[in-house]
C-alpha cells in the first residue's frame, strides 16, 4: 500500500497540528498503521500506533506524547490522523506514517516492521 502523509507546519508552543496519513488501497482491520518521528541528527522513534487483532482494538504511544497525541483511523476513507495537541518543541521532527498488515504485537513499537512508508511530512514548533 502507498502512503502519503500530509498536515505539517509550523505552530507555536501549545498549538494544536492534525496530521493526515492517506493510503492509496484499503487499510482495513488487518493493517497495523503507526507514526513515527524523526528529528535532525536522530533515529526515527515511535510516535503511536493503531491495530487490531482477535482481541480487538490496541493503541499505543510513547510515553513522551501520551496524552497530548491521539490516533486515529477512518476506514472509508483510507486515512489514519494523527491530532497533536499542546505542542512542544520538542516534538519539532518529521513525521512519518507506517502500514503493515503482517506486524506481531510485540514489534508495533519497532520502525523494522513496517513495510510501507509515506514520504514525511516536517512539523516544526517553536518555543
Known amino acids: 500500500v502507498q502512503l502519503q502523509a500530509s498536515g505539517g507546519g509550523l505552530v507555536q508552543a501549545g498549538g494544536s497540528i492534525r496530521l493526515s496519513c492517506a493510503a492509496s488501497g484499503r487499510i482495513d482491520s488487518r493493517y497495523a498503521v503507526a507514526w513515527f518521528r524523526q528529528a535532525p541528527g536522530m533515529d526515527r522513534v515511535f510516535v503511536a500506533v493503531?491495530?487490531?487483532?482477535?482481541?480487538?482494538?490496541?493503541?499505543y504511544y510513547s510515553n513522551s506524547v501520551k496524552g497530548r497525541f491521539t490516533i486515529s483511523r477512518d476506514n472509508a476513507r483510507n486515512t489514519v490522523y494523527l491530532q497533536m495537541n499542546s505542542l512542544r518543541p520538542e516534538d519539532t521532527a518529521v513525521y512519518y506514517c507506517?502500514?503493515?498488515?503482517?506486524?506481531?504485537?510485540?514489534?508495533?513499537?519497532?520502525?523494522?516492521?513496517?513495510?510501507?512508508w509515506g514520504q514525511g511530512t516536517q512539523v516544526t514548533v517553536s518555543s
Open positions: 493503531g491495530a487490531s487483532n482477535r482481541h480487538g482494538n490496541r493503541i
Open positions: 507506517a502500514a503493515s498488515s503482517s506486524v506481531i504485537l510485540s514489534n508495533l513499537r519497532s520502525p523494522d516492521a513496517y513495510a510501507d
